[in-house]
């Protein structure tokens, strides 16, 4: 049933194909209160865990010296190897769930982190990448989701509605239509800071049952990738940091194309 104060879009999407919805006839809400259950209901585990095996947050000592942060660092490290596998696994989810378009946090460093050897999931490679790949790929999947239904709430409204009427989003969507299930599981699968991809998907109102196998088969193989990597080369904490630096140097290019962009268009309007 759709939410009583839904506004209902009548238009259907350029090229839509059997996969893509007529019409928003999505209930926004049940999710939402469903991924708050989740999300409260893992919290609680993690604390549950970390109370029963006696985890401690290690204390950063004079903070002004960088000895003081490597032995920090070196403590974090100890800390974390020394849980368990359940609480490194659960706490890992949880991260990945709340890496969405809204908080766009790096999500391939934690990845790295849980697959070292030193955090001992199993202590063998393939099921290591199996458990790994497998619990990120559904955080990933319930975070794309939480996009999928605040995306659609926002088109609710005709405003927003109307970037459906311009020329190159029709462009786009028809693209995206003529493999609608492979190109988002692509690039669900490619580390792009921006998925703009899985935001035309929604916006094309296609189907939840799909939307969620493509983000999960595309996450699946992304992340069993960079854990095969770290596990088999015994990368370490080394993954861990070029994955950071990694996120960190596309995180700087998105803002400084971002501020290029902003600049030439107030030049472009100061000389018209």
Known sequence: MPDPASTQLQADSPGAGPALLPADRISVWPWFAFYAAFFLSCVTGLAMLGEAQGWSWPH???????????????????????????????GFTVYLSLCCTVLPLPTGWIVAAVATREAAITGELG?????????????????????????????RHRGIARL??????QRAARWFD?????????????????????????SCRYG???????????????????????????LGWVAVVAL???????????????????????KAAGQA
Do not use: C, E
């Open 60 to 90: 950063l000592a004079g903070a002004g010296s960088w000895s003081a942060w490597k032995d920090w660092a070196h403590q974090l490290a100890q800390s974390f190897a020394q849980t368990s596998p359940a609480f490194k696994l659960l």
């Open 244 to 266: 950071l630096a990694f996120a960190a140097l596309m995180g700087v290019l998105r803002l400084g194309t971002h501020a290029v962009k902003k600049l030439t268009r107030g």
């Open 164 to 169: 459906r009427d311009m020329k190159n989003y």
């Open 208 to 234: 939840r049952p799909p939307f969620a196998a493509a983000n999960l088969l595309g996450r699946f193989v992304r992340y069993a990738i960079i854990a095969f990597v770290t596990y088999y080369w015994n």
């Open 178 to 202: 003529r493999s609608p299930f492979f190109i988002l599981t692509l690039f669900s699968l490619l580390p792009i800071p921006v998925d703009v991809v899985r935001l035309l998907a929604i």
């Open 127 to 155: 099921s290591t990448v199996a458990l790994v790949a497998l619990t990120g790929a559904i955080g990933s999947t319930i975070a794309n989701l939480n996009d999928y239904h605040l995306f659609t709430l926002l088109l």
